[in-house]
């Protein structure tokens, strides 16, 4: 166990929609970040928040958009769902920002869209 | 977009070593090198890290050679549950100096009985 959550473990929805998910880093972590796998594929990096602002952008669509509260949890907004985004979608947490800056993953929300 | 090389694929004989080789040879001096592990659709996890020293903990062992293109993660006795994919990544800094993981496919490390 990792120490972070997310919620829910499976979401299925239709195209067109829109779903929010969520993360809870591990306690005392500043940091979160977002990322995506598709089926069979690495993991693609969507997004970093520190400390509630954003820090690093990867190859997240305009479709998606994200935000760290001032308790530290994050949420992963996707709209406008097509058919390719079905993926699993990880969380992961770290204490800072710095160089040596070791993540630690939620156990993931699975979406499918149909 | 991926800064490390990595077989695709390789086998280890449960109760032996597991060598697994990582290419980095764009790596920028004060980058670390990381290694996770993801086993079947689970969330990856954390083995272990290092610059330029050999690092060792209680999962496994990195051996950094001493130029730092190369590294090889060591599994001293794999067993079973080892059977993962094993990814080995470099932190990327971006123009706001704000670094990111770059995940390549990885190495799946088939573990044999």
């Known amino acids: 166990d990792s120490g972070v959550t997310q919620t829910p473990k499976h979401l299925i929805t239709a195209t067109g929609q829109r779903v929010t998910l969520r993360c809870s880093p591990r306690?005392?972590?500043?940091?979160v970040y977002w990322y995506q796998q598709s089926l069979d594929q690495g993991l693609q990096f969507l997004i970093q928040y520190y400390n509630g602002e954003e820090r690093a952008k990867g190859n997240i669509l305009e479709r998606f958009s994200a935000q760290q509260f001032p308790d530290l949890h994050s949420e992963l907004n996707l709209s406008s769902l097509e058919l390719g985004d079905s993926a699993l979608y990880f969380c992961?947490?770290?204490?800072?920002?710095?160089?040596?800056?070791?993540?630690?993953f939620g156990p993931g929300t699975r979406l499918t869209v149909l | 977009d991926a800064k490390t090389t990595q077989p695709p694929s390789m086998d280890c004989a449960e109760g032996r070593a597991a060598n697994l080789p990582c290419n980095h040879s764009t790596i920028s001096g004060n980058e670390y090198v990381y290694w996770y592990r993801q086993i079947h659709s689970q969330g990856p996890q954390y083995i272990i890290h290092?610059?330029?020293?050999?690092e060792t903990n209680e999962m496994a062992s990195l051996i950094i050679t001493e130029d730092r293109k190369s590294s090889t993660l060591i599994l001293p006795h794999a067993t079973l549950r080892d059977t993962a994919v094993y990814y080995c990544i470099v932190r990327v800094a971006n123009a706001g100096n704000n670094r990111k993981l770059i995940w390549g496919l990885g190495t799946s490390l088939a573990v044999n009985p």
């Open positions: 306690s005392g972590d500043l940091s």
């Open positions: 992961a947490s770290s204490i800072r920002l710095g160089s040596a800056d070791t993540q630690y």
């Open positions: 290092g610059l330029k020293n050999n």
